[in-house]
Every structure is written in C-alpha cells, then in structure tokens.
C-alpha cells in the first residue's frame, strides 16, 4: 500500500494496519520533514468507542480527566475526559510501524495503482490512499474555524490542571472567539487564539501578540516560546456530496479531509480518522477499489448523520450577527453534559436535537427561521468565494 500524505488520517491508516496486519508493506509519502507535519489533536475520550480508544493510548502525550469553559456570563467545569496527540508522536509510532517512510517527497500525480513524485520517480501498488488534505472545491459551502497557538514556557508553575477548552471572556473579534489552553506539564501550556469566522484570513503576527497579551492577564511569565502551530479548519453550511465525489476519479481512494470526513461542527477529524483507519485495516483485500467503495460509502453516511450540524452551522454563521454567536455557544454550555459529550461525539438524539433548539433562543426566532432551510448557506459570504472555486 502506498499513502499518498502523510497527515492524521493517513497517518492513523498506517497506524492500525501496522498493528494489524504487520506482513502488508505500507510505504509513507509526505512532501513535508515529517508525518503529521506541526500539529496537535485533541479528543473528547467519549468521542471514541473504548477499544477505539484503548488502540490509540500508544500516540497519547497527554490526557486529563475534565476540561473547563469560561464565557461572559458563567464557568463550567465538566468530568468528560480530554486527550492529546502530537505530530511529534505521531511521526515517532508510525513511522516505527511502516516499512518506509518517505518525506521530502512531493506527489504530482496519482492512480489507483501509481504514485508519481516530483523526481520523476514512480511508486506501484494495488493500493493507494489519497490523503492529502482538504481540497475546498466548490461542491461545499464553507465557514472556519481557524487559529494561531503557541507552546509556551512559564517562569512559574502556571497551576492549570485542567484544559481550558473555551475561554470565550475575550473580545469578540472576528467572529466567535476563544481562547484554548492545554496544560502540558507543570510550567508548559499550549495556548491557542481561535476564532469562527466568515473568511480564511489568519494573521499570525496579530494572533501571537493577543496569546502575549493574555498569557500576561492570566499572570504566566512566559520564559520561552517553544514552537508555533496554525490551522483553519472548514465548517460546513451546505453542500452537495454526490457532486463532490463526482468530481474524483471512482478508481482512487482517499481519506480524512479529503473524503470530508471530519465533524461539521468543529472541523476536528480525528475520530473520523480513526474509525476509517479500522474498517480499512478489517477489509479482507487492500486494493484501490475496496479503500475506495468502503470511504465513499463512510463518506457519504456521515454527511447524511451530519445534517443536523450543517443547520446548526447556518444558525451561527447565516442567522447570527458575529458579535450573537457568543451567545449561541454559552447556552448550548448550560446543557447536560452527557448531551454535549453526544454532540462532540457525532451521535446527538432526537431529544438533543430537540433540546438545543428549544428553549429561550439567543437570537430572533423570525431571523433564525430563515436561515434554516439549506438555501440559506448561499446568502453567506464564503458561498461567492467557493462558488469560483476558491478555498
């Protein structure tokens, strides 16, 4: 097999398959220095089924047994258990894993059964997984969610025990904003600016120098800042999947992003990634057809489960003003916690549903009415810019 990418969701393929199925040789081809690039991922430990998450304990630098959220008008401190992997580990466990790993290596062409580089060389296998990232073709209509963080060094023990998923106390600019902090180790924080947003613009320079600024009102001396990482993620508003996957060639498969298997919601993929990563390492013949008839079948199915969150995302970006969807995040905090774990998890009830939609709503039921139906999407600002095909 050959893995065209070497991001999280080709990266977990290799992770599975070289647990279970270590006779398969699986060759690796990333453009960049390593698997997984500069990144962090983090889950919900509800977000996984056990077994799920007892196979991915090996890429798991750390984990807490709760998370906190701040808004304007309450704290929360909820007992879901939260978990992180870094790119570093990654890198380090699959690598481990596969026969070869190539990084370095730029792909300017695929087949189901050929790889060809930017050297001119040419890689062969009955299998070959596209993972190279999402694409952003016109077929989806797209928010963000995007964010700057950076890996701190405190003077002092920063006394954080916990994450801080949602500190939403801050400004709101450019959207819904946040700040995320994960506590890493004693004098160590991950702290990210994050913000849902109408456009993809990141200025990294602005969103370092506000991280700066808050990191000093939360008292933490920064003693060194050890790494910078960045993301924009897309939300989705509406779509057309059977365009979408009308426009890849049937014979090649992909994966993660690019089969558009990440959560509507919050653009985060990797259970996702881990479930595909099972089925295939399950599947009795690893060829380019089988990966690919089992990902667009997935594919397909969790869009279809995802169209609760697709409505959702309208209400936020189509109904609410920018400076609303503050409002629209703290009283979704206020539900029980089992239904929020539900929700992260892609598996929200009837009754969820029904209970985030009822109730004193943050914003005009009139105004929110009209964003509900899927042509809605088209009146937001991304639906011009995706519409050229931009990303």
Same mark, same amino acid.
């Given at each position: 097999?050959?893995?065209?990418?070497?991001?999280?969701?080709?990266?977990?393929?290799?992770?599975?398959?070289?647990?279970?199925?270590?006779?398969?040789?699986?060759?690796?081809?990333?453009? =960049?220095?390593?698997?997984?690039?500069?990144?962090?991922?983090?889950?919900?430990?509800?977000?996984?089924?056990?077994?799920?998450?007892?196979?991915?304990?090996?890429?798991?630098?750390?984990?807490?047994?709760?998370?906190?959220?701040?808004?304007?008008?309450?704290?929360?401190?909820?007992?879901?258990?939260?978990?992180?992997?870094?790119?570093?580990?990654?890198?380090?466990?699959?690598?481990?894993?596969?026969?070869?790993?190539?990084?370095?290596?730029?792909?300017?062409?695929?087949?189901?059964?050929?790889?060809?580089?930017?050297?001119?060389?040419?890689?062969?296998?009955?299998?070959?997984?596209?993972?190279?990232?999402?694409?952003?073709?016109?077929?989806?209509?797209?928010?963000?969610?995007?964010?700057?963080?950076?890996?701190?060094?405190?003077?002092?023990?920063?006394?954080?025990?916990?994450?801080?998923?949602?500190?939403?106390?801050?400004?709101?600019?450019?959207?819904?904003?946040?700040?995320?902090?994960?506590?890493?180790?004693?004098?160590?924080?991950?702290?990210?600016?994050?913000?849902?947003?109408?456009?993809?613009?990141?200025?990294?320079?602005?969103?370092?120098?506000?991280?700066?600024?808050?990191?000093?009102?939360?008292?933490?001396?920064?003693?060194?800042?050890?790494?910078?990482?960045?993301?924009?993620?897309?939300?989705?508003?509406?779509?057309?999947?059977?365009?979408?996957?009308? =426009?890849?060639?049937?014979?090649?498969?992909?994966?993660?992003?690019?089969?558009?298997?990440?959560?509507?919601?919050?653009?985060?993929?990797?259970?996702?990634?881990?479930?595909?990563?099972?089925?295939?390492?399950?599947?009795?013949?690893?060829?380019?057809?089988?990966?690919?008839?089992?990902?667009?079948?997935?594919?397909?199915?969790?869009?279809?489960?995802?169209?609760?969150?697709?409505?959702?995302?309208?209400?936020?970006?189509?109904?609410?003003?920018?400076?609303?969807?503050?409002?629209?995040?703290?009283?979704?905090?206020?539900?029980?916690?089992?239904?929020?774990?539900?929700?992260?998890?892609?598996?929200?009830?009837?009754?969820?549903?029904?209970?985030?939609?009822?109730?004193?709503?943050?914003?005009?039921?009139?105004?929110?009415?009209?964003?509900?139906?899927?042509?809605?999407?088209?009146?937001?600002?991304?639906?011009?810019?995706?519409?050229?095909?931009?990303?």
């Amino acid at each position: 097999m050959i893995l065209a990418g070497g991001g999280l969701a080709n990266g977990l393929i290799g992770f599975w398959l070289g647990a279970a199925r270590p006779a398969l040789r699986v060759v690796a081809v990333e453009a =960049g220095p390593t698997i997984g690039g500069n990144h962090t991922w983090s889950f919900h430990t509800s977000d996984v089924p056990p077994a799920t998450y007892a196979a991915l304990e090996p890429l798991i630098v750390a984990r807490w047994p709760g998370q906190d959220v701040r808004f304007p008008r309450f704290s929360r401190t909820l007992a879901t258990g939260y978990n992180t992997i870094s790119s570093d580990r990654l890198h380090a466990v699959v690598g481990g894993r596969l026969d070869t790993v190539m990084t370095g290596c730029t792909v300017v062409g695929l087949g189901a059964d050929t790889v060809r580089l930017a050297d001119g060389r040419v890689l062969r296998a009955p299998c070959v997984i596209d993972g190279r990232g999402f694409m952003g073709q016109a077929p989806l209509l797209t928010a963000y969610q995007k964010f700057a963080g950076l890996e701190i060094e405190t003077r002092d023990p920063h006394g954080l025990s916990r994450p801080i998923i949602m500190d939403a106390t801050v400004a709101q600019i450019d959207g819904y904003r946040f700040i995320y902090t994960l506590p890493l180790d004693d004098r160590r924080l991950l702290i990210e600016d994050t913000r849902y947003s109408d456009t993809d613009a990141l200025d990294r320079p602005a969103l370092h120098a506000a991280l700066r600024r808050y990191a000093a009102d939360q008292g933490w001396s920064i003693a060194a800042e050890l790494r910078e990482e960045a993301g924009v993620l897309p939300i989705t508003l509406d779509g057309d999947i059977a365009r979408h996957w009308a =426009g890849l060639d049937a014979g090649i498969a992909h994966s993660g992003m690019r089969a558009l298997l990440f959560h509507a919601a919050t653009g985060y993929s990797l259970p996702l990634a881990a479930a595909l990563a099972e089925r295939i390492a399950a599947l009795p013949l690893l060829t380019s057809a089988a990966v690919a008839e089992t990902v667009r079948a997935m594919s397909r199915k969790a869009w279809e489960q995802q169209s609760f969150y697709r409505m959702l995302n309208r209400l936020l970006f189509v109904a609410a003003r920018p400076d609303e969807r503050v409002r629209i995040l703290e009283r979704f905090y206020t539900l029980p916690e089992p239904l929020i774990q539900r929700f992260y998890a892609g598996r929200p009830t009837l009754a969820d549903k029904a209970r985030i939609l009822i109730g004193k709503p943050p914003i005009p039921i009139p105004r929110a009415l009209t964003a509900l139906p899927a042509r809605s999407a088209h009146r937001h600002p991304a639906a011009v810019a995706n519409a050229r095909g931009q990303p």
